[in-house]
């Protein structure tokens, strides 16, 4: 059981204001799916973070009366469709670190899970008041890799933003090669076919190498590849089994299809970006963060059925969630390294933020974002259409 300090309960009083669970059932328990969470909130945004993996699980607007989170809810899309799903800690934006998709055997036998620690790890956390804003800061050691994350997020008032930093720490006295992924997830409601796009600061790609047939287990998986194997293509316009070019940015119509596909990030560029686009809803959730930390982003869709989509918008050190192994022994793609350093007895960090908005009438593209004098600038070039958000912390 985690108690705050009575100094740190005033901050409900303020404008922006942070809550931690003490318990899933106190008297300031707040729980998400049954389990303890953690929300921090200013006048325009409200987060619900789990103590479990510090994930994020849903991020709404203020002033919206639908609460509409345009994260992934696995537990919610089971019981729309009359399932039940066991919490996993795999939803919404979760960290994947220190290693990204499935392990090798011997890593399975010592107890190293999907996605390794993190996320199913419970942390502690801290609430902290500073000037212009507050911020939340989840620790935990991760034991079977020997290292500790702590990730910090925080908001200032007036600003559609969340900052988060975080970093990791080695333990031993090695050095080793580190794969991090950050798995951010939208999903259905926000995410609709013909309506939500996911756009890119990136033009290189490849659709993933598939060993499995095109239709996956026959009668089992309502699901069925659409994208040839190992293809390199240009962003957005990769290639399909039947021959024709389909549109990655779109959330496909009559949707039965399983997609994977990676994406370079623009190498002449400082800061990169990935956003998802509602247009009916006029709503953008987005992500500005540096290239030297993350290159690479996974794109992962998983088309079940129109209220049933998940789009995951992956950016990290590798183009695909694989074991370590694999990842080292491959070595670089297209000339771009595909894990990161952590030195022995030292620290690496990263740094990223995201937005979550409204856009004006008639913006319908989002072709570029932009970090600039503390202002994220999000651009439809040919609506001649310009956002303009208030980032005032940077990167």
């Known amino acids: 059981m985690y108690i705050l300090p009575v100094m740190h309960r005033l901050l409900l009083i303020l404008t922006v204001s942070v809550t931690v669970a003490q318990s899933p059932v106190g008297p300031q328990g707040i729980t998400f799916e049954g389990q303890p969470a953690v929300t921090l909130s200013n006048d325009k945004l409200q987060m619900t ?4 993996g510090s994930s994020i699980a849903s991020l709404v607007m203020t002033d919206d009366g639908q609460k509409l989170s345009p994260y992934w809810n696995p537990t919610r899309l089971a019981r729309e469709v009359g399932r039940t799903v066991q919490f996993t800690g795999s939803l919404g934006h979760f960290v994947c670190v220190d290693g990204f998709g499935p392990v090798s055997g011997e890593e399975r036998v010592a107890g190293l899970p999907m996605h390794r620690e993190a996320h199913i790890t419970t942390f502690e956390v801290s609430a902290g008041k500073e000037t212009g804003g507050s911020s939340l800061t989840f620790t935990a050691k991760l034991p079977i890799v020997q290292e500790v994350f702590t990730r910090r997020f925080h908001m200032v008032g007036g600003e559609n933003v969340v900052y988060v930093d975080s970093q990791l720490e080695n333990l031993m006295g090695f050095d080793r090669p580190v794969n991090w992924a950050e798995h951010a997830t939208v999903a259905a409601p926000f995410l609709e076919p013909s309506v939500t796009t ?24 309502p699901t069925q590849r659409r994208l040839t194997s190992g293809q390199d293509f240009t962003w957005p316009m990769a290639p399909g089994l039947d021959g024709k070019t389909i549109d990655l940015r779109a959330i496909p119509e009559h949707p039965h299809y399983l997609d994977h596909a990676a994406t370079l990030l623009d190498p002449s560029r400082r800061l990169e970006w990935v956003a998802a686009f509602n247009s009916s809803k006029r709503a953008i959730l987005g992500y500005v963060f540096k290239r030297e930390e993350y290159p690479w982003v996974q794109h992962w869709g998983s088309y079940s059925a129109d209220t049933q989509v998940v789009r995951g918008m992956e950016f990290g050190t590798q183009p695909y969630d694989l074991p370590r192994r694999e990842i080292v022994t491959d070595g670089p793609m297209f000339g771009t390294p595909v894990y990161r350093w952590l030195p022995a007895k030292a620290k690496i960090e990263s740094h990223f933020l995201l937005f979550y908005a409204r856009v004006p009438q008639g913006f319908q593209h989002v072709d570029d974002v932009r970090l600039e004098n503390g202002r994220i600038v999000i651009e439809d070039r040919r609506a001649q259409r310009q956002v303009t958000l208030t980032a005032s912390r940077g990167l």
């Open 198 to 221: 996911v756009e890119v600061s990136g033009s290189r790609s490849q659709t993933r190498p598939c060993v499995e047939s095109p239709a996956g287990a026959k009668g089992q998986n």
């Open 49 to 52: 973070v789990m103590m479990q």
